[in-house]
């Protein structure tokens, strides 16, 4: 099989060919149909040898010991790391894997199995309270879903932070009040003015940016507090995953939105490298496995761009 990888500690990842996992006992043996890339993948790709990729769907091709027969065939979201490869190992029980309903496409199940939990969970931890007021640095996906989060389940009064034009939209688009944009704003003043000078009661930082770090501590009240939005194990995000695919099939959010480019998976390396560059106006790129080979020609497309 092909999986994105590194072949060496230090070298760029690429494609390499590796076996195809045997599921071993709890296991299943997932066939990806379809994978997201985000900027976590590049921070974590020396410590993760095995594979990238931690956001994917699929379809169950083969169990291990253990494992009800009936697995087979099922259409599954999927969380951990090595999910860009066209074969990998999952365990059967557990929050990282859920068995995905007909009304989802893969294409919105992607959101679930990763950017949307771990917003949630930022907002989770961050923990405003009702009618408070959140300021979340950065629009990206995981900030779009902190943004979801803290504005539609918790009731707080939402603050984006975010210098490109899309993701403003989406932001606005996705339950923030108002957008606050570094490049023409001092970020901490309007903080303070939006907030009447009492500052804002919690801040999110899904960025990096150093920039963004002392415009939220300017920009706290006295008692405000900030969390960092960060991959949790898959073992602590079910209750989220489960809550995203609701959220997803009621109509609520359209994740698919978020997604900027769509490659197959021969090209997986060359979507790699353009995120990892930051390149203007690319949020998050979908990565198309191939189809089996008995699948007959002309099959729908599941994903849009």
Not at 186 to 213: H, K, S
Request: proline letters at 9%; charged letters at 20%; a neutral charge.
């Amino acid at each position: 099989m092909k999986a994105f990888a590194l072949r060496r500690a230090g070298e760029p990842p690429a494609v390499l060919d590796r076996p195809v996992p045997e599921p071993g006992p709890g296991e299943v043996l997932v066939r990806t149909t379809a994978a997201l890339i985000c900027a976590w993948d590049g921070h974590i790709a020396n410590a993760a040898p095995g594979g990238l990729g931690h956001e994917a769907v699929g379809v169950v091709e083969e169990v291990g010991p253990g494992v009800c027969p009936s697995y087979v065939g099922r259409r599954v979201g999927v969380e951990g790391h090595g999910r860009l490869a066209e074969f990998f190992r999952a365990p059967s029980a557990g929050a990282g894997l859920i068995a995905l309903p007909d009304t989802i496409s893969d294409h919105q199940a992607l959101y679930a199995a990763g950017a949307l939990p771990t917003g949630f969970a930022a907002a989770e931890e961050s923990g405003p309270p009702p009618g408070g007021s959140v300021v979340v640095f950065g629009q990206g996906a995981v900030g779009l879903g902190a943004t979801i989060a803290a504005g539609r389940l918790r009731g707080a009064r939402v603050i984006a932070v975010e210098p490109e034009m899309k993701r403003q939209r989406l932001a606005l688009r996705f339950g923030a009040d108002v957008v606050i944009d570094p490049a023409y704003e001092d970020t901490a003043e309007r903080i303070m003015e939006l907030t009447g000078g009492a500052g804002a009661d919690r801040a999110i930082m899904a960025t990096a940016e150093p920039a963004a770090a002392r415009a939220a501590r300017g920009g706290l009240s006295e008692s405000g507090k900030i969390t960092y939005a960060r991959c949790r194990p898959p073992q602590s995000s079910g209750a989220r995953l489960a809550r995203a695919l609701h959220l997803i099939g009621d109509g609520l959010v359209d994740p698919t939105v978020i997604t900027t480019h769509e490659f197959p998976f021969d090209r997986v390396g060359e979507a790699f490298g353009r995120l990892a560059a930051k390149e203007p106006g690319m949020i998050k790129p979908v990565i198309l496995f191939p189809r089996p080979s008995p699948s007959p020609a002309g099959d729908h497309k599941e994903i849009r761009a």
